[in-house]
Every structure is written in structure tokens, then in C-alpha cells.
């Protein structure tokens, strides 16, 4: 299969059936949803829950202000992100207007936009949707690429340990490993399947990651 010609925003291409330098891109930028999400989360949550908690004082406004505008700017980030990794480039949003002047008009015109309000709810969805694709990426990759290539290594486990091949599991003292060229095989071509796998779940994540983009941080 080959890739169409890129548009801006990533759309309007093929999915390939094998890894290309796209699929590493989305790669890293699930796996960074992660570390990313943990902190952008608990920054939401605790800002959110304790301006909420406090709003009926002058303590609570000023927190969720710091909420929101904190939000704010990790989108800011988050869209540069997606740029340079899914090839996805969503306009930032008009900066907010007071509705009148001074301290209490700026808290307002913070808490009163929408935009703000999306990024929050942005950075809180991270979290979930960083576990998901971490998880999905880490797995499958780590999995199928040591699978396709074992043929590779695989005289490594009887040289220095000792073992066969590759043990597979050990049950009251029976173990199985992976150690005639059938099975040897095998794997590999299991391997081959994982990857080519990854590739399309990895596609599929990045898409909806970049329908949260454009719908979120816009």
C-alpha cells in the first residue's frame, strides 16, 4: 500500500501496512501522553477541586483562575506537540476579554471562556487517554519487535544461558521453550503480525488524539 500525499492536519492519506517514520512520530507522542497526562491531571483535579471547594471565599475564584489559565497555557504546548508529531495544526484561540476593567473584569473574563474551559477538560482526558496509548504502544511494539526478530537472538539463550531458546513458561519442573526452527519461525511470523498490528492500532489512537485537538484546543 502506499501513502497519499499529506494534507494540513493529517488528513486525507492511506493507512500504510508497514511502519513509517508517521508511525514512530504518533509512537512517541502516545507515549508521551503519559508522563504528560499524570501532571497535567493532577494539576486540573487539585486547582479545580480545591477553587471549587473554596468558591463562596475570594481564596476560590483566584484558584480556579489558576486552573483554567494554567490549562491554557498547557495547551498552548499541546498544540505545538501535535504539530511537530501528528501533523496537526489547530489555530490557538482568541485571547480572553474582560467584560469590564480591573481585577474582578480580568477573573471574569478567565472564568467565563470557553476555550479555557476546553483546555481543561483537555488536560484532564489526557490522563486516560495517556494510559490507554502508553500502554497499547508499549506493549505491542516491545512484544512484536523482539518476536520478529528472535530468529536474530535467539542463540544467544544457549550460549550464555543455558537455556534452549526462550522460555516460554515452567510448570512443575516441565518448562517449554522456544527453541526448534518451527518454533522459531513461528514466532518470528507472530512477531511480523504484532507489528503490523501496532502500526494500525497506533494510527487509530493518533486519530482520535487528533480529533482531540482540533475539538478541544481550538
Not at 14 to 36: F, K, N, Q, S, V
Not at 130 to 155: C, E, H, K, M, R
Request: hydrophobic fraction near 50%.
Amino acid at each position: 500500500m502506499h501513502e497519499k500525499r499529506r494534507t494540513k492536519g493529517g488528513c486525507g492519506m492511506t493507512t500504510p501496512a508497514i511502519p513509517t517514520g508517521r508511525t514512530w512520530r504518533e509512537t512517541l507522542h502516545l507515549i508521551l501522553d503519559l508522563p504528560l497526562g499524570i501532571l497535567s491531571f493532577s494539576y486540573v483535579v487539585v486547582l479545580l477541586a480545591f477553587g471549587l471547594g473554596t468558591s463562596m471565599t475570594f481564596l476560590g475564584l483566584p484558584v480556579l483562575v489558576a486552573c483554567v489559565g494554567g490549562a491554557r497555557g498547557f495547551a498552548a504546548m499541546e498544540r505545538a506537540r501535535a504539530r511537530a508529531l501528528l501533523g496537526v495544526d489547530v489555530p490557538a484561540p482568541a485571547t480572553p476579554t474582560p467584560p469590564r476593567p480591573g481585577f474582578v473584569g480580568w477573573i471574569r473574563g478567565m472564568l467565563g471562556n470557553g476555550a479555557n474551559w476546553r483546555a481543561a477538560l483537555y488536560a484532564f482526558l489526557l490522563l486516560p487517554m495517556g494510559i490507554l496509548g502508553f500502554t497499547l504502544a508499549v506493549v505491542l511494539w516491545s512484544v512484536g519487535l523482539s518476536a520478529a526478530l528472535y530468529p536474530l537472538y535467539q542463540w544467544v539463550f544457549p550460549r550464555y544461558v543455558g537455556w534452549p531458546g526462550y522460555r516460554l513458561w515452567e510448570n512443575n519442573g516441565h518448562s517449554h521453550y522456544l527453541s526448534g526452527w518451527p518454533e522459531i519461525a513461528a514466532t518470528c511470523v507472530a512477531g511480523i503480525v504484532l507489528v503490523l498490528l501496532a502500526t494500525q492500532v497506533v494510527r487509530g489512537l493518533a486519530a482520535v488524539r487528533r480529533g482531540m485537538v482540533r475539538g478541544l484546543l481550538r
